[in-house]
Antibody
Framework: QVQLKETGPDLVQLTQTLSITCTVSGFSLTTYNVHWVRQPPGKGLEWMGAMWNGGGTDYNSAFKSRLSISRDTSKSQVFLKMNSLQTDDTAKYFC??????????WGQGTLVTVSS | DIQMTQSPPSLSASLGDKVTITCQASQNINKYIAWYQQKPGKAPRLLIRYTSTLESGTPSRFSGSGSGRDYSFSISNVESEDIASYYCLQYDNLWTFGGGTKLELK
């Protein structure tokens, strides 16, 4: 069955770089698009960016040049890398698989705290 | 970028009530809107996409409608398991979530 799982650090220092891996199973990254979504504690959902099945990417302009998404299809992994972290980047980060435009399958999310 | 204005931010309902949540897009999104349910500590669950198409497993008491810029999501006969937060998502031009609605029991 379709599964996604995020792995990353629990704690990242202020101004440092966040790296999170989304490992998927049950489908191919060359067939489906995978997205990153985050949610600060007690707040709403925010779309961050997408890895297209063809290898291209799209990003939320709110993240400007801080965000980079890449993949390793041989390992069924999608990577999120975001630099210059601030305290308001503290959030649960989810990866999700697209189906018909919407996000139909989600990982459990990984909570990242940015510490000063 | 398309903005999604979701209202109300919170909603109090009794069991058996009908509740409605609305999302207004900053431009026409051609019915490309989905609705999610999220319970504390869990990932969002897709309930409806393309305005009114229920996902497999979504109870029929959930419904969606709308066109152009204005969309709504309703739960008829609210049940205790429906107590959660709800979000709209536009996917006409990139992706944008609404701010969310927290549904509580009165």
């Amino acid at each position: 069955q379709v599964q996604l799982k995020e792995t990353g650090p629990d704690l990242v220092q202020l101004t440092q770089t966040l790296s999170i891996t989304c490992t998927v199973s049950g489908f191919s990254l060359t067939t489906y698009n995978v997205h990153w979504v985050r949610q600060p504690p007690g707040k709403g959902l925010e779309w961050m960016g997408a890895m297209w099945n063809g290898g291209g990417t799209d990003y939320n302009s709110a993240f400007k040049s801080r965000l980079s998404i890449s993949r390793d299809t041989s390992k069924s992994q999608v990577f999120l890398k975001m630099n210059s972290l601030q305290t308001d980047d503290t959030a649960k980060y989810f990866c999700a698989r697209q189906l018909g435009g919407a996000f139909a399958y989600w990982g459990q999310g990984t909570l990242v705290t940015v510490s000063s | 970028d398309i903005q999604m204005t979701q209202s109300p931010p919170s909603l109090s309902a009794s069991l058996g009530d009908k509740v409605t949540i609305t999302c207004q897009a900053s431009q026409n999104i051609n019915k490309y809107i989905a609705w999610y349910q999220q319970k504390p500590g869990k990932a969002p669950r897709l309930l409806i996409r393309y305005t009114s198409t229920l996902e497999s497993g979504t109870p029929s008491r959930f419904s969606g409608s709308g066109s152009g810029r204005d969309y709504s999501f309703s739960i008829s006969n609210v049940e205790s398991e429906d107590i959660a937060s709800y979000y709209c998502l536009q996917y006409d031009n990139l992706w944008t979530f609404g701010g969310g609605t927290k549904l509580e029991l009165k």
